[in-house]
């Protein structure tokens, strides 16, 4: 028995050893990945979704890169298509490093209610107070310096980003986001994030 229980264990640690890596009971650690994204159009209501591939890491994330080249490739793809476009959703900003962290750091230097719940260590904007914090989260995003980042690879094409939409604002500690040093208690840092999309001028 006691060999038959050896021979289990050399055969099956190496196996094991590929998989998940864990800490604790549950919560498996995974190395932060660039998802594979594609966009998901809605024509029925001229809009679109950019998703990130089912076969990625769960909590994989779209670099400015990625959205660039992600969404790029999608106008290339529909020159010839016909209806406008009116948003496109991104989901959450956390998918999205660079946008969650330009959101703390600009919004650290705001002042935010403090009528908020508090869950699991995150902060939540509650009542008419979170529909304010939803309209002043998406004009920090939308200001010019961001606005044009985001607005990037819609130039060339007959669309450009207007603005920036949001609700289901996130807070956390400004520390835990932004590192020490950050002057404020807490800051905004994930949101569902929409873009608001019109027509160009000129192309």
Not at 3 to 31: C, M, T, W, Y
Request: glycine share 8%; charged share 25%.
């Amino acid at each position: 028995m006691r060999k038959l229980l050896l021979a289990f264990l050399v055969v099956a640690l190496p196996v094991a050893a590929l998989g998940q890596v864990r800490v604790g009971p549950s919560r498996p650690v995974v190395a932060e990945e660039t998802c594979s994204a594609y966009i998901e159009e809605h024509e029925a209501w001229q809009t679109a979704s950019l998703r990130y591939s089912t076969n990625g890491p769960p909590e994989c994330t779209v670099d400015e890169q990625t959205y660039n080249a992600t969404v790029r490739g999608w106008l290339q793809g529909r020159e010839n298509a016909e209806g406008d476009l009116e948003s496109l959703l991104l989901g959450r900003a956390v998918r999205y490093p660079w946008l969650s962290q330009y959101l703390a750091r600009v919004a650290s230097s705001e002042e935010w209610p403090e009528n908020a719940l508090v869950t699991k260590s995150m902060l939540l904007d509650c009542g008419d107070g979170g529909r304010r914090t939803n309209t002043r989260v998406g004009a920090l995003l939308s200001q010019e310096r961001f606005r044009s980042r985001l607005d990037e690879p819609f130039e060339g094409t007959p669309y450009r980003v207007l603005s920036v939409s949001v609700e289901k604002v996130l807070f956390d500690a400004a520390e835990a986001i932004l590192g020490t040093g950050a002057g404020v208690e807490r800051v905004p840092y994930d949101a569902q994030v929409w873009l608001v999309l019109g027509r160009r001028s000129e192309p």
